[in-house]
């Protein structure tokens, strides 16, 4: 698994105050990732005016969100990354998108024929140089129609998906997953969540790497978002 | 004639679901949300137990600690599901998950009998479907005098994953570090049962007096 050498930008992690998102936050092997973990009840202006990159954990409750929205659009608008995790209803709080609910698949692999149901959108996307496909099933939430202009990283069986990127505005950039890894590897449940956090985070900042030196594509018809 | 509902306030950082209260309410229990600055005006007599899910915004508790203490000093019962990762209070310690989380470290054993898990076999509170660690992967250390009610692993005493504490200076804790402890079970008749043990366990703590609310 590649990963960058160094890391550019600030990313700023937002902390609801539950007890897994702290425990994520100060995982050794995750914090590097974090340049700064802010308090939603404390996040000002200001912090948002020196991050390059803003995370949304999962499970981040939409209500503590909803009187950001302005200011999160604000940031993306002037190029910022915005990073949203699953649930935290970003229907309800940052832009239109169709969102299926799916009843909690707790017993997946009790229940093969089931099976996690996802599959890579495309398996030369560079975020699986960096997070091994067997380390992205746990359990699913919901399932995004994909918006124009964004593509799917990981898709559900049924075409819709669960994890994709994409312009945002004018000069911002999104990437939104409908998983909670934060949620289990906080919580000490479900061991792939942590080794895809372990991947995932060093993908997020390699995209920070690329949005700050204007290597991602902004165009709204750009589909090739691989970052290849 | 049916009994009257208990109400008992919930902290979680949301609404109490419609499938939460619906499943409390043939229980005759009713949940009012709560949000931790409440604890400043909530009255034990109107709430006898508040809970602490196990998503509520530790850093908030923290912050309105007084109004927690405030609530405990009247006699109140909090009962909090969850990993503490902020503590309100000194006497409570941050989480220690199990070192190991293998079945054999996520069996749940029965340390002492309370009323909360009444018709509840502690194979119920290990397994569901046969996987184990969904009603704890470690433990919240229980400060001195607590009670140790359930624990985990070959040694569960030194891994109480439930415990019971009636505070010096007044109120009582009830610790689940684990999901909260009335959604955990996959039967509905065995949540109802555990609903059913938190309303009788709560008016008896409230009605008798802590110390008589812990003989089962």
New interface residues.
Partial sequence: MSQPLSYSGHMIAL?????????TFTDPALSPFFDEVV?L?DLTEAHLQRADAVLVPC?T?A??LLPWRDDLLRFAEQGGLLVVMGETQPDSWLMPLPTEPVATN??WW?TAEDGPELQPADDNHDLFQYVAFADCRWHLHALHTLPEGFCSILNHRSGQSVLLEGPLGREGYLILTSLDPMYHHG???MPATTAFLGGFLPWVRKRLNQQIEGALQHDDTATDCSGK | MNPSYLMLGLIQDGPVSGSLQQEASAAFIGFDALQPDDLNWVNVTDWPAVIIGSHADQIALVRQRAGLVRYLNQGGLVIWNGAIAHSPLPELLPFVPMPVRTLAYLTVTQLKVHPLFSQVPAEALTYRKGVAGFWGRGHNPPPPGATPVNGLGPQPEEHPVDWYWARPQGGAFFMHAGNDLFTFADSTELRHTVLENLRNWVLAHHNEGRLEGEIS
């Avoid at chain 1, 902390?15 to 425990?23: E, K, L, P, T, V």
Wanted: net charge neutral; no cysteine; aromatic share 34%.
């Fill in positions: 902390d609801a105050g539950a007890a897994y998102h702290h425990f308090y009840d499970r409750p209500h503590r707790y017993w009790l919580s000490f449940f």
